[in-house]
């Protein structure tokens, strides 16, 4: 059935139309100096800025720049990340080196967009301390760079000084989807597909609420239609992006459900397997669990974040599950699909954390047995309501924490290394490996990395290998 949503379609032509001028306009430029431009792009984050990363991409090769691998390029782009504290200082690092590079290249121009620059706090640092930026824009915006890189244009043609040029579009929120702009896929055989933007929970730790807005769910029928096409152009797999892909559907006309979704793309032909990527644990429904256990395609791996192991904290933080229900779930999915590789990510040292909440937490890793964790250090996000919390944790009882808990994460990983050591599995055939050329890197469907001798033309098919050795993190293979 197709569901009505809130696609823009008069936006999209509009985009589109500025494109074809830019595009002109880099046209006769090149016919003059013989010169290409060079774009380069640096993602920091999450799968969603990676995938907003093709579309800005795919945006600038058709107005007529080129990819380059260095920020030695006429157009340089940070997609930023603002999740942890950390991840803002490297932006700003980076935007000290690229300064000095502009001085010596007229003509650079440097956007930053991304989680980041919905911060008010971040663009007047950037406003103030790095005025050589050119074009600065949000997440809800990408489908309007071209639009952003021609107003930024027109400012420079009448001849306003640098000061004055620099083009600031922000948006506080939005739900509007602009769908079929132009896109840059990094592999012609895997595609990340997003089917819900923004996230509603506001777990009291997290800022991505307020950067990325309210849920917005795409249409069923604009994400089949996206893969098929996507299959025409030869994918095998997709990965469903969402920071709660158990929440689609929820704001459609009529409502759809993630199962539902689930279903009607296990009917395409031609897709081989299907992953996806967050699953909030509360809203993990038996359906959803029944869909899988059947499913020929989805792949046998599942990343669900529990944060901390603490039914006390888990409260604190919002998250709306227990311990115990969390370790209910794990069992029934384990029922469903006895080979799933669980992964999971915990934050250590948030607000008020005893030793015998941060126990649990160790408890429930032992329980689970997690073929690997993402661990982070609590970053306080101004702006959340664990920011204002006044038991915050000394950072050398939460780096004790951490260490702790890295070495139980160690134990689990090394527990779950080399459980399909001696069987013969399919793998999708991924790249040449990048230490030694003789080899050749792909994936499992558990998403266990294998490596083994074979043919470069063998990349993008599925084969079966035989998985010779475990190293822990991968396998030795042997093709058949
Ligand atoms: N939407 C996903 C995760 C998005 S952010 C989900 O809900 O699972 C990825 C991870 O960053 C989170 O799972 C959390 O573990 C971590 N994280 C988020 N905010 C954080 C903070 N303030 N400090 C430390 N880690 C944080
Ligand atoms: Fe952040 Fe929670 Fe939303 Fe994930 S579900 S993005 S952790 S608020
Ligand atoms: Fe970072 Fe934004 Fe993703 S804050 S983790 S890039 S949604």
Known sequence: MIKTGNTNEFEAKKQLDIINELKARYDSELNKSGVQKTYHIETFGCQMNSRDSEKISGILKQIGYIETDTEDADFVLYNTCTVRENANNRVYGRLGYVGRLKKSRPGMLVAIC????????????????????????????????????????????????????MVIDL????DMIVEN????????????????FG???????????????RERSRNIKDIIDEIKSLVDDGVKEVMLLGQNVNSYGKNLNPKASFAELLKEIEKIDGIKRIRFMTSHPKDLSQE????????????????????????????????????????????????????????????VGFPGETEEDFLETLDVVRKVGFDSAFTFLYSKRTGTPAANMDNQIEDDVAKDRFDRLLSEIQDSSARAAGRDEHKVLEVLVEEVNSQNEALLTGRLSNNMLVHFEGDKSLIGEIIPVYLQESKGFYYIGRQL
């Open 171 to 174: 948006w506080k929120d939005t």
């Open 288 to 347: 959803l669990i029944d869909v899988m256990g059947a499913s020929k395609k989805i792949c046998k791996h599942l990343h669900l974040p529990m944060q901390s192991g603490s039914t006390r904290l888990l409260k604190i933080m919002n998250r709306k599950y227990t311990k115990e229900s969390y370790l209910d779930l794990v069992r029934r999915i384990k029922n469903a699909v006895p080979d799933i590789s669980l992964t999971t990510d915990i934050i």
């Open 199 to 213: 996230c509603n929970n506001y777990c009291s730790y997290c800022i991505v609420p307020y950067v990325r807005g």
């Open 181 to 196: 702009l132009p896109n840059d896929r990094k592999y012609p055989f895997k595609a990340g597909v997003n089917i819900i």
């Open 114 to 165: 991304g989680c980041m620059m919905q911060e008010t706090t971040a663009v007047e640092k950037i406003k103030n301390s790095y005025p050589f930026v050119d074009i600065i824009f949000g997440t809800h915006n990408i489908f309007k760079l071209a639009e952003l890189i021609k107003t930024r244009l027109d400012n420079e043609e009448v001849g306003r000084k640098q000061s004055d040029r």
